[in-house]
């Protein structure tokens, strides 16, 4: 085991799932370091938010990017050195309002980099605001008569733009969580995992998504578009979390 | 006053699709061959078909800073090429044109018909136009065909035909023929700004090249993807600028010495990142090909209108802004940006506009005077720090993939590790830190000739300017009666007050002369010296100054 902690202080809330996500890339990182993935040569960005702290707290190479830039940031620096293994972290607001353009085309051109959203459908830096995955009629202190907008489905559009793994976790499960950010890692290919969490000082999901949060059926076939596509929209009742697509492209990256 | 030379100019216009720009660039390559300064400047409107487009040439066996509008030879691929530009043409100037029977100074020539015989393209009859000119200008066909066996390679053949079927026709029939004046046997090479400046890019290293297409900045994409695997230079154009930026700075941190290039639009995208560039000390070429007007503005036609706002990113930190005025300063300056961003770590701003981009120039480019210049090598290992205070500002620079260095950036106020800080004790070191390094730019800056003075240097009548403007007015001092003399400045930020105010306090009369509407270096010059010129010439209507009457707007000012 590497030790992978940093001086930073960490100025998460007490209690935030951001520290399970930590936990998680940590494990993954070192489960990787064992099997011959060399410390050296792993790069994380990083957005602007809460999750964008994350790069202070693991003590490894990392860019902390502007807000929604993460994902252009991690392309450039996998194309200038291929033999990186680049992951971007980004938030909600992050990923999916300010920078979804670059979510688009890295998965149309099959960046070979890795996208982990913390998707906790609020803005939890700048305190409460509405994100593109609140759901409709959120209160927040930008809308404080509720929102009026539908929340969008990121990963339906990553699905259509050519992504080629496309994952949805939840925080809450650490060890699942783990299987689903390494594999995500280890794909050659553009691989994004949404990983759902609460955010407990502006919106307290953890109730919500203990009751509807469950696996996706033992033999779902990971190669099948169409049934993709249908399934990373069935959040109702149940909100199903696994591999939803996974297939193999040729890498933007290998063109050059 | 120097004594008037032997200029002379061809203009080739037509619709767009027509040809002429590619026609008249052939002639160039054939002018240049043999030897002359060649001068060409283009002209079309932002769109693919129709619309007038013309190109010019103007030659000379001196040198020649500008083109001119008086026209010795108008080739009409076109009928209202002749309406638009037949007034310009000298008292023996002539039009080539594809009509029924001569007439006056109209020399008519089967362009079409000669192309149909040939079975070949409506817009290879231009290469019959070409051939007509050789005859005119006693020039030997054998070298046109060498360019278009050079510029067409195996589908040069029709080319080739044609231009004997033009040459011969006017032999035939005794055109008058010019004589020339005998060139000066000088190899040089006919480079547009944006190509120079792009060569310079690669003799100083240029790994990585990320941009969004945007006029009159797309020809320096366009060339770099052309060459992209001999120089083995990774391009890439991506969704939008702001996405280019981004990439370009990541590609920068993995160790790549990487550019971008666009118009002001493209490039006020790119502001939040460049300022994280100038805070996470990360080196990056941006160059700002200018055009006219504001926003999409006249998206085809030149001016200087930027020089205010990229010398004014978001935040504080050492800006460094270059502004070549030619070809070969495009080149020069264009190294010379590459290892300053990497020697000092942070973004350069190279000033561009349309003008310089895509004029042509018969150039000699010294390639001796670029040499790669890298950044301060880290020691690496463990204890790696990538802000580490050091007294020159400068700290070591690692890469990722570096053994045991754990390299972090942050676009936040960060520690000397990278770590996001708010310490005000920090904040004020690092803001400190950034601006140490000022002292060794300006050291660096001080090898190359930042402050040019032209004309008779001894003159009390000083004429400012910098970019462009520079061919039309070293051409005007040749017409202008009192003695004057031209102080070109290349280096924007950080500006050599010291020079300049020696410089300018020499002067009874100091005339700004600008492609703008506010005298953006005017009020540059005031802000930094605390001087102020007397006069301003300034021109915002999309074109770019004219060098006689220029001289003729000056010779009234200094009566």
Redesign the interface.
């Known amino acids: 085991m590497i030790d992978l902690n940093t001086q930073a202080k960490n100025t998460w809330c007490p209690g935030c799932t951001n520290f399970l996500i930590l936990s998680a890339f940590k494990n993954v990182l070192n489960e990787l370091f064992s099997t011959g993935l060399n410390k050296d040569n792993v790069v994380m960005t990083a957005g602007i938010g809460c999750h964008g702290k994350i790069a202070d707290y693991v003590n490894i190479n990392s860019f902390i990017s502007l807000h929604g830039r993460e994902v252009a940031t991690a392309t450039g620096i996998k194309l200038a050195n291929p033999k990186l293994t680049v992951v971007a972290f980004a938030g909600d607001g992050d990923a999916y309002a300010e920078g979804i353009e670059h979510l688009v085309h890295a998965a149309k051109r099959n960046s070979n980099i890795t996208l982990l959203v913390h998707n906790n459908q609020v803005f939890g830096l700048t305190t409460g605001q509405v994100t593109p995955t609140s759901v409709k009629g959120y209160k927040g202190r930008s809308t404080p008569f509720g929102s009026v907008e539908e929340p969008l489905n990121p990963l339906s559009v990553l699905l259509s733009s050519g992504a080629t793994f496309v994952a949805r976790t939840y925080a809450g499960n650490l060890q699942e969580m783990q299987v689903i950010m390494k594999k995500a890692i280890q794909h050659k290919g553009f691989s994004v995992v949404d990983i759902l969490q609460p955010c407990i000082s502006f919106k307290d999901t953890r109730e919500y998504f203990k009751e509807r949060v469950c696996e996706l059926e033992k033999n779902y076939p990971t190669d099948k578009l169409d049934m993709a596509l249908v399934e990373v929209r069935s959040n109702g009742d149940k909100i199903p979390c696994g591999i939803f697509y996974q297939v193999q492209k040729p890498i933007f990256e290998d063109s050059f | 006053m120097m004594k008037k030379q032997n200029i002379f100019s061809v203009l080739v216009g037509g619709a767009a699709g027509d040809g002429a720009r590619e026609a008249a660039a052939n002639l160039s390559r054939l002018l240049t061959n043999v030897g002359f300064e060649v001068i060409q400047t283009v002209e079309y409107p932002s769109l693919i078909r129709g619309g007038h487009n013309f190109a010019r040439v103007t030659f000379s066996d001196d040198k020649i800073h500008s083109d001119y509008e008086a026209l010795d030879i108008l080739v009409a691929l076109n009928k209202e090429t002749v309406d638009l530009h037949f007034k310009e043409l000298k008292k023996d100037g002539l039009v080539i044109f594809d009509c029924e029977k001569q007439d006056k100074k109209i020399i008519n020539l089967p362009l079409c018909a000669y192309a149909k015989e040939m079975g070949a393209p409506p817009i290879l009859r231009t290469a019959a136009a070409l051939g007509a000119i050789c005859w005119i200008l006693n020039l030997d066909l054998e070298e046109l065909n060498k360019i278009f066996k050079t510029v067409f390679k195996d589908k040069a053949e029709a080319n080739i035909k044609l231009s004997v079927k033009g040459y011969e026709n006017f032999k035939n029939r005794k055109i008058t023929q010019i004589k020339l004046p005998k060139p000066k046997k000088i190899i040089r090479k006919l480079v547009d700004g944006n190509e120079a400046f792009a060569e310079g890019l690669i003799k100083a290293g240029l790994?990585?090249y990320?941009a969004y297409p945007m006029t009159p900045s797309s020809s320096i994409l366009h060339f770099l993807a052309g060459k992209a695997h001999e120089y083995k230079i990774?391009v890439?154009q991506?969704?939008?600028e702001?996405?280019v930026i981004?990439?370009?700075?990541?590609?920068?941190?993995?160790?790549?010495r990487?550019a971008t290039a666009s118009t002001g639009g493209g490039f006020a995208l790119m502001l939040?990142?460049m300022a994280?560039a100038g805070m996470?000390e990360l080196p990056i070429v941006v160059a700002d090909s200018q055009r006219a007007g504001t926003s999409t503005g006249v998206a085809t036609r030149t001016g200087q209108g930027d020089l205010a706002f990229v010398r004014n990113l978001p935040g504080e930190f050492p800006q460094i802004v270059l502004a070549p005025g030619d070809q070969e300063e495009a080149y020069l300056l264009g190294g010379l940006s590459l290892n300053l961003a990497w020697q000092f770590q942070t973004p350069v701003v190279v000033l561009l506009d349309k003008l310089l981009s895509e004029n042509m120039s018969a150039c000699q480019l010294d390639d001796k005077k670029i040499k790669i210049i890298s950044s301060k090598p880290s020691k690496a290992g463990k204890k790696y720090q990538r802000y580490e205070f050091t007294d020159d500002g400068i700290s070591p620079l690692a890469?990722?993939?570096?053994?045991?260095?754990?390299?972090?950036?942050?676009?936040?106020e960060h520690d000397e590790?990278?770590?996001?800080t708010d310490s005000s004790e920090i904040t004020k070191a690092m803001c400190e830190k950034r601006f140490a390094k000022i002292k060794g730019i300006v050291k660096e800056l001080a090898k190359h000739e930042m402050i040019k003075v032209y004309g008779d240097t001894k003159s009390k009548n000083t004429l400012v300017f910098f970019g462009s403007t520079k061919g039309a007015i070293l051409e005007a001092l040749k017409y202008i009666k009192k003695p004057v003399r031209a102080v070109q400045i290349l280096c924007l930020e950080p500006l050599d007050t010291a020079q300049l105010k020696k410089i300018l306090k020499e002067s009874n009369r100091i005339i700004d002369i600008e492609n703008n509407y506010t005298g953006q270096l005017a009020n540059l010059i005031r802000e930094k010296t605390g001087i102020e010129v007397c006069k301003k010439i300034l021109r915002y209507d999309s074109f770019p100054f004219e060098p006689l009457s220029l001289a003729d707007t000056i010779n009234k000012i200094l009566k």
Do not use: R
């Open positions: 790994e990585n990320f990774k890439a991506p969704e939008n702001i996405a981004n990439m370009a700075l990541g590609s920068a941190y993995a160790g790549k990487t939040e990142a994280m996470e890469f990722p993939g570096d053994k045991d260095a754990v390299v972090k950036v942050c676009s936040y590790k990278g770590y996001i």
